[in-house]
């Protein structure tokens, strides 16, 4: 089972426009969550993250959104560029796991077109 | 500064054969993870270690083995690989256990 859900495998976003990702989770014990950016060929790098006890982060042009009552959360890209083409995983922590406790995703791949 | 570093970046090993996957940190950090990712899926967590000579396992670790002699590397051991074990593997590092995942650039193995 699943506890990390990204129902969108692929996202198609015109360059300048705001791509929206989306994350649900399962368990209610997770209490931060991170999202990561990989190409191809690469390791996953850390974008952004955001603790349970926040509903809002910004970095740039980035901003992660949290609603803990739905137990999902979203990743906001405005405006989009070609280089943010990239498959985006979103990952959650369970505190209580001690030392495995980041969940993943099966990621979405955004593809911004020019 | 090379953060994580994985070799060989790809493998192609026959069915019962073994290998090692190599994994070095130079971000003194004390936690290190296995994962796979297979197609479509996240990344499960193989093996974890949250110090020398400190293992444990993750949530996929049969048909692999660790070990930790040192704080900097962290290797990944297939005894007899398996059609099953065709994927790319990703070792990472952190700070603690709350901290982001510094990742490798990965190792593709195929096992035919």
């Known amino acids: 089972d699943q506890q990390v859900k990204q129902n969108s495998p692929s996202l198609s976003v015109q360059e300048g426009r705001i791509s929206i990702l989306n994350c649900d989770y399962t368990n209610s014990m997770f209490d931060y969550f991170l999202w990561y950016k990989k190409y191809p060929a690469e390791g996953p790098t850390f974008l952004i993250s955001?603790?349970?006890?926040?509903d809002k982060n910004e970095d740039g042009r980035f901003t992660v959104f949290l609603n803990k009552s739905a137990k999902h959360l979203s990743l906001h890209i405005v405006p989009s560029q070609p280089g943010d083409s990239a498959v985006y995983f979103c990952a959650a922590s369970d505190p209580g796991n001690y030392g495995q406790n980041f969940v993943f995703g099966p990621g979405t791949r955004l593809s911004v077109l020019p | 500064n090379a953060g994580v570093t994985q070799t060989p970046k790809f493998r192609i090993l026959k069915i019962g054969q073994s290998m090692t996957l190599q994994c070095t940190q130079d971000?003194?950090?004390?936690?290190m993870y296995w994962y796979r990712q297979d197609p479509g899926m996240g990344l499960k967590l193989i093996y974890y270690?949250?110090?020398?000579?400190?293992?444990d396992k993750g949530e996929v670790p049969n048909g692999y083995n660790v070990s930790r002699s040192t704080t900097e590397d962290f290797p990944l051991r297939l005894e007899l690989a398996a059609p099953s074990q065709t994927s790319v593997y990703f070792c990472?590092?952190?700070?603690?256990?709350?901290?982001?995942?510094?990742f490798g650039n990965g190792t593709r193995l195929t096992v035919t």
């Open positions: 270690s949250v110090g020398a000579g400190i293992t």
């Open positions: 990472a590092s952190s700070y603690s256990t709350n901290s982001p995942l510094h």
């Open positions: 955001i603790s349970s006890i926040k």
């Open positions: 971000m003194n950090h004390n936690y």
